[in-house]
Every structure is written in C-alpha cells, then in structure tokens.
C-alpha cells in the first residue's frame, strides 16, 4: 500500500510563487511514474506535470516555463514549483503515483488528498 499526502498550497496574489510537496510512504517500490493533477471548480482534472523515478518531465502546455517538478528518491518526496501564477492556476492540486503510465491513464494508482491552491487578482 502506499500513502501520498501533500502540502503547501495557499492563497497568493498573481505573479507569486509557491512550492508544493508531496510524500510518499508504505509501499513505494511500485512507484515509477508520479504526477501533479488539478480540478478547478466546474471543470475537468487535468494533468498539470508528471516525472519518473528516473527522472524525464512532462508539462502541460498552459504551465510550461512556468512550473518545475522535480523528485527527491532518498526522500520519497516529489514537488511542484510554482512560480508567475495565474488567477487561472486556482484549483485544487492532487498527487498522482502509479507503477506504470498506462495505470495512471485508465485513473488507477494512488492519490492524494489534495491542496488547494488560490491565486488573487
């Protein structure tokens, strides 16, 4: 079994920054892919960033040159920097492991509790 919790979001003004973590325990050896979703109100999930243990990114494209993730392996830690937000950035961001991408497509593996992110005007 694994367990992801994560932390950091808050409310910032537009053109702030903020981190995001999330830590992984409990069974993690089947954790290859992990991922940073988002849900703003009335809308779809969507996959903002995702990483493997052996390190390649990808980004949606609406974050691109604006957000970072990156993953501590001796930590069991993976993090979303945020940095240049948007009012459109508000929702709430969930972390996402699974053993293999094709898990993670049909909506399997492990979530988080999620954290809510609020950018201001």
């Known amino acids: 079994q694994v367990q992801l919790v994560e932390s950091g979001g808050g409310l910032v003004q537009a053109g702030g920054s903020l981190r995001l973590s999330c830590a992984a325990s409990?069974?993690?050896?089947?954790?290859?892919?992990m991922g940073w979703y988002r849900q703003a109100p009335g809308k779809q999930r969507e996959l903002v960033a995702a990483i493997t243990s052996g390190g390649s990114t990808n980004y949606a494209d609406s974050v691109k040159g604006r957000f970072t993730i990156s993953r501590d392996n001796a930590k069991n830690t993976v993090y979303l920097q945020m940095n240049s937000l948007k009012p459109e950035d508000t929702a709430v961001y969930y972390c996402h492991g699974a053993a293999a991408t094709w898990i993670a497509a049909v909506g399997g593996g492990s979530w988080g509790q999620g954290t809510q992110v609020t950018v201001s005007s």
């Open positions: 409990g069974s993690i050896f089947s954790i290859n892919a």
